[in-house]
């Protein structure tokens, strides 16, 4: 009896804290989202509240690539390496395992799940693991509060987003409701999975994809999506290159879950759970330093559209334009034809080495 009335207790006290959150939730979505925040926080409001915004995602940070004549990469620029695509680019096997192993009741509830909530609430206070009670929206909040105090250089903005507080769980609650007003579901999974963190400065499903097993996120298959999936929790600890058994038990994780919620078949499961990981993808160069024999030509490119005011649609001062370059999503088509610039090389490098005691 004694061990039941403590079971009711902290059920009840779980309950009770569950129905607090709630509460003050309900209570503020009358204030202003931002009280407290920092400035990046107030764009993240604007955006939501204006009508400046057409889609989801937002802006945040994107790769830039410069190209050679014939469309080939000649260099890559980024913060954070992210290739945005729509949600049609993206195959539905990773699609499925984020819902799966994040919020299984993603499309059957609003901003925030009560019965998640007040299970992964009833789970801690009886002593159990920790668990997260955060939907795929409420996440997606966090992720554009945190990436616009970044791209802001908001260092209260930052803590802010970071915080282990109340305060901080209620503004991402109070952003999450409002992104469900204005945005459909696919909608706001496609913003979650363009800007999800997944280990080596890589963000995003696509550019995972790329990273991880050279393909894009439109051709990965069941374990190669369930991988992924499960990396988001953990993303450091779960990464396949440093942690490849770590990587794999969680995929497996991510597979039972998808096969638990009829996503998947055991025989599909069987197979994805005999798969190795392997890691096929490379990482993606940053910068000129990579581009080998047209690196010259690379940083001639770079130091122009710093220097030169025609380009001043992406940026009205030198710094502005270095920050497009690194974070805008740019493609910079150039006039670099590899051929016949391996030519002109090959050609001066017989002519002159560089060993010639002329010293030219």
Known sequence: DRARHRRLG????????????????????????????????????????????????????????????????????????????????????????????????????????PQGLLRAAAHDAVGGAVQGGSTITQQYAKNLLLEQAVAAGDAAAIRAATADTAARKVRELRLAIALERRFSKAQLLEGYLNIVYFDQQTYGVQAAALRYFGVSAAHLDLPQAALLAGMVHEPSADDPVLHPLAARSRRNVVLRAMLDQKMITAAQEAAALRAPVTVTGRPVPNGCDPAGADGFFCEYVVRSIATDPAYAA???????RENALLTGGLVIRTTLD??????????VATALPATDPSGL
């Open 10 to 113: 902290t059920l009840w006290a779980a309950f009770t804290a569950t129905s607090m959150i709630v509460g003050v939730l309900a209570s503020g979505l009358g204030l202003p989202i931002t009280a407290g925040v920092g400035e990046a926080a107030t764009v993240g409001v604007d955006m939501l509240s204006g009508t400046a915004v057409a889609s989801i995602p937002p802006t945040v940070p994107r790769t830039s690539v410069m190209v050679a004549a014939d469309g080939t990469p000649i260099a890559y620029f980024y913060r954070e390496n992210r290739m945005q695509v729509p949600l049609s680019q993206m195959s539905p096997l990773v699609q499925n395992a984020i819902v799966a192993i994040e919020d299984s009741r993603y499309f059957r509830h609003g901003a925030v799940d």
């Open 314 to 320: 992406i940026g009205a001062t030198p710094a502005e």
């Open 338 to 347: 590899r051929r016949t610039q391996a030519s002109a090389v090959h050609a």
